[in-house]
Nanobody, 115 residues
């Protein structure tokens, strides 16, 4: 059974930092491209960052220079380090694992940036 479990969300003040984790099980993690998405209330889901099996990263323009995706294949875990957070980063963040035709989702974790 495939599971993706996100953690690390919470309430943070503007300018603060959070590190999200997504722990995967039931897949050959090292083969998968891992993608972080977010969805704010009333808005469409947005791709935030991706990291390939070879650790090539890609970021949305809105988070470049502030967010960093990384992975630890030994722990089957992908991370999203979020620095200099802004109120507009408030959303539910979900991780996605994709490989060929396989596509799996986690349940999401809430990130709220507010003073």
């Amino acid at each position: 059974q495939v599971q993706l479990v996100e953690s690390g969300g919470g309430l943070v003040q503007p300018g603060g930092s959070l590190r999200l984790s997504c722990a995967a099980s039931g897949i050959s993690f090292s083969l998968y491209t891992m993608v972080w998405y977010r969805q704010a209330p009333g808005k469409q889901r947005e791709l935030v960052a991706s990291i390939t099996s070879g650790s090539t990263t890609n970021y949305a323009d809105s988070v470049k220079g502030r967010f960093t995706a990384s992975r630890d294949n030994a722990k089957n875990t992908v991370y999203l380090q979020m620095d200099n957070l802004k109120p507009e980063d408030t959303a539910v963040y979900s991780c996605n694992a994709r490989f060929v035709s396989r596509n799996y989702w986690g349940q999401g974790t809430q990130v709220t940036v507010s003073s």
